[in-house]
């Protein structure tokens, strides 16, 4: 079975400081690895995505994120933050499987940007 | 491109009532999914459709009947409303098949979800 924990479920931050979004996963299957931001009252936009090589990813709105596997985790930074950045951000992983794939979020954690 | 539309936004109902929130792409993907998001509870998966003419079971799904129209459509159903059902709906869709040949191109487009009320 497949699990997914954000282990902070809201991180305060000033503007222009750094941040990083802590996600730790669980799978007994090889592992494909996304982060989603969801801004107030919208949908989730994929941030960036982990199918395979590079263990740093970038993404856009100037993420990036490392995938460790030695320590099962996908965290999600930002040198950078603007007030913009304020949103809920969602680390996720995909299930392969024959009969469809599936996602599997994290609790979510969201980020206060201020000024 | 409208990407992954839904409809109604908002929807207040008395426990008991019935109601279908329907979504729609414009993408031409083949797979749609139906996700409900809860406080601290990320998103789970209610059910999905890998394929037109196939659905699924997700992690969530008592209480919830889906159709998977046609292609572009994939509408979720709730026979008889609980107050446990208050939640936000959201509808996603995939360019990915069945099967796990490749991954690249399983990013889900997520629509702007339907904030439900049931009292």
């Known amino acids: 079975a497949q699990s997914v924990t954000q282990l902070d479920s809201q991180v305060p931050v000033f503007e222009e400081a750094p941040v990083e979004l802590r996600c730790n996963y669980s799978?007994?299957?090889?592992?494909?690895l996304f982060w989603y931001v969801q801004y107030p009252n919208q949908g989730l936009q994929l941030l960036l995505k982990?199918?395979?090589?590079?263990?740093l990813v970038k993404g856009i709105n100037g993420f990036e994120a490392e995938f460790n596997k030695s320590q099962t985790s996908f965290h999600l930074r930002k040198p950078s933050v603007h007030i913009s950045d304020t949103a809920e951000y969602f680390c996720?992983?995909?299930?392969?499987?024959?009969?469809?794939?599936?996602?599997?979020f994290g609790g979510g954690t969201r980020v206060l940007v201020k000024p | 491109n409208a990407g992954v539309t839904q409809t109604p936004k908002f929807q207040v109902l008395k426990t008991g009532q019935s109601m279908t929130l329907q979504c729609a792409q414009d993408?031409?993907?083949?797979?749609m999914y139906w996700y409900r998001q809860d406080p601290g509870m990320g998103l789970r998966l209610i059910y999905y459709?890998?394929?037109?003419?196939?659905?699924d079971k997700g992690e969530v799904p008592n209480g919830y009947n889906v159709s998977r129209l046609n292609k572009r459509e994939f509408s979720l159903r709730l026979e008889s409303a609980a107050p446990s059902q208050t939640s936000v709906y959201f509808c996603?869709?995939?360019?990915?098949?069945?099967?796990?040949?490749?991954?690249?191109?399983?990013?889900?487009?997520f629509g702007p979800g339907t904030r439900l009320t049931v009292l």
């Open positions: 996603a869709s995939s360019d990915k098949l069945a099967g796990g040949l490749s991954v690249s191109t399983d990013t889900q487009y």
């Open positions: 799978s007994s299957v090889s592992v494909y």
């Open positions: 982990y199918l395979s090589g590079s263990t």
């Open positions: 996720a992983v995909l299930l392969i499987k024959a009969a469809g794939n599936k996602l599997t």
């Open positions: 993408m031409n993907h083949n797979s």
């Open positions: 459709s890998a394929s037109e003419g196939t659905t």
